[in-house]
């Protein structure tokens, strides 16, 4: 069992930045391929990054691509999302999961693929 807390989520004015966190309380996240979801105020849950398990490999959405970064430190077991030039429509609960497989170019599609979900914190960008 894997117990994921996130961490970092506030008020940020548009263009700035914030560094979101993914602790585990129980379980080793580097044996894990890590993603991060986003879900908007009436919109479904979507696809923002995902890492696979030996950190060499990342993918993006297109709408975060060169402005986010998914990142993993062993030593704290913790993976962060550093997003970049925010925009309000970054607005979002921002989920961190584990899971074991990897989609690929699959990865804009999955909405619930992996194992174990955090509860999310909240991303609020304004103008």
């Known amino acids: 069992q894997v117990q994921l807390v996130e961490s970092g989520g506030g008020l940020v004015q548009a263009g700035g930045s914030l560094r979101v966190s993914c602790a585990a309380s129980?379980?080793?996240?580097?044996?894990?391929?890590m993603g991060w979801f986003r879900q908007a105020p009436a919109r479904k849950r979507e696809f923002v990054a995902a890492?696979?398990?030996?950190?060499?490999?990342?993918y993006y959405a297109d709408s975060v691509n060169g402005r986010f970064t998914i990142s993993r430190d062993n030593a704290k077991n913790t993976v962060y999302l550093q997003m970049n030039s925010l925009k309000p429509e970054d607005t979002a609960v921002y989920y961190c999961?584990?899971?074991?497989?990897?989609?690929?170019?699959?990865?804009?599609?999955?909405?619930?693929?992996?194992?174990?979900w955090g509860k999310g914190t909240l991303v609020t960008v304004s103008l």
């Open positions: 890492m696979n398990r030996n950190d060499s490999i990342t």
């Open positions: 999961a584990a899971g074991t497989a990897w989609y690929g170019s699959s990865w804009p599609r999955q909405r619930d693929g992996m194992d174990y």
């Open positions: 129980r379980g080793i996240l580097r044996r894990y391929v």
